[in-house]
């Protein structure tokens, strides 16, 4: 069985920096794409950043340049730093895996991918 573990949500200040954490059990999180996705109330659930097999990754242009997306093979676990945050990021990140490894070009649609976690809440005040 499957298994995404989202953590590191919580709530902070505009300005400041944030690291999220995926701890997957019964996939091997070298072998596949893994994404992280975000979902405000009221819209609809947007691709943030990608890593793909191969270790190289894409962002969404909202968050090029201040979150970064990696992976600890050993521990099995993807993060997502995130930087700079402003309250535009407010929104529950969710962690997703795919069946098998790809190579993105860019973000994939969240149909591109077959396992999700729970969510983790961010929240950023002004």
């Known amino acids: 069985q499957v298994r995404l573990e989202e953590s590191g949500g919580g709530s902070v200040q505009a300005g400041r920096s944030l690291r999220l954490s995926c701890a997957v059990s019964?996939?091997?999180?070298?072998?596949?794409?893994m994404g992280w996705f975000r979902q405000a109330p009221g819209t609809e659930r947007e691709g943030v950043a990608v890593?793909?097999?191969?270790?190289?990754?894409m962002y969404a242009g909202s968050v090029r340049g201040r979150f970064i997306i990696s992976r600890d093979n050993d521990r099995n676990t993807v993060y997502l730093q995130m930087n700079e945050l402003s309250p535009e990021d407010t929104a529950m990140y969710y962690c997703?895996?795919?069946?098998?490894?790809?190579?993105?070009?860019?973000?994939?649609?969240?149909?591109?991918?077959?396992?999700w976690g729970q969510g983790t809440q961010v929240t950023v005040s002004s």
């Open positions: 997703a895996a795919a069946a098998f490894g790809g190579r993105w070009s860019i973000v994939p649609h969240s149909g591109a991918y077959k396992y």
């Open positions: 890593i793909n097999s191969d270790g190289s990754t």
């Open positions: 019964g996939h091997d999180v070298s072998t596949c794409f």
